[in-house]
């Protein structure tokens, strides 16, 4: 049973930054588009960036445009997401999900397969 698991979050304060991590048991994360995904008490889950399987392009959602990266270090088996410049609003639980095609662009969060249990990002003004 594939297995995803985010770390990385923390509490940071206002314009600070965090890098979050996503690994897998039993699953070659390159072989996969992966998704990041955000998660604020009382709104709905919203997609933040995706990496594709077929030639690493990334898509960001305009929110996070200029300050957060995602990257791949098939070494590890691990998909990063840089935070820069962190906001308030940035606050929410983020997860980490597979895809199983090459979308162009940030696919609808019912497109992914398995999710990671997420972690909370927590930014203080």
């Known amino acids: 049973q594939v297995q995803l698991v985010e770390s990385g979050g923390a509490l940071v304060q206002s314009g600070g930054s965090l890098t979050l991590s996503c690994t897998a048991s039993?699953?070659?994360?390159?072989?996969?588009?992966i998704g990041w995904f955000r998660q604020a008490p009382g709104k709905e889950r919203e997609g933040v960036s995706c990496?594709?399987?077929?030639?690493?392009?990334?898509y960001y959602a305009d929110f996070v445009k200029g300050r957060f990266t995602t990257s791949r270090d098939n070494a590890k088996n691990t998909v990063h997401l840089q935070m820069n410049s962190l906001k308030v609003e940035d606050t929410a639980v983020y997860y980490c999900?597979?895809?199983?095609?090459?979308?162009?662009?940030?696919?609808?969060?019912?497109?992914?397969?398995?999710w990671g249990q997420g972690t909370q990002v927590t930014v203080s003004s």
């Open positions: 990496i594709s399987s077929r030639d690493n392009s990334t």
């Open positions: 999900a597979v895809h199983t095609g090459v979308p162009a662009g940030l696919p609808h969060w019912r497109e992914y397969s398995a």
């Open positions: 039993a699953l070659p994360l390159a072989d996969y588009t």
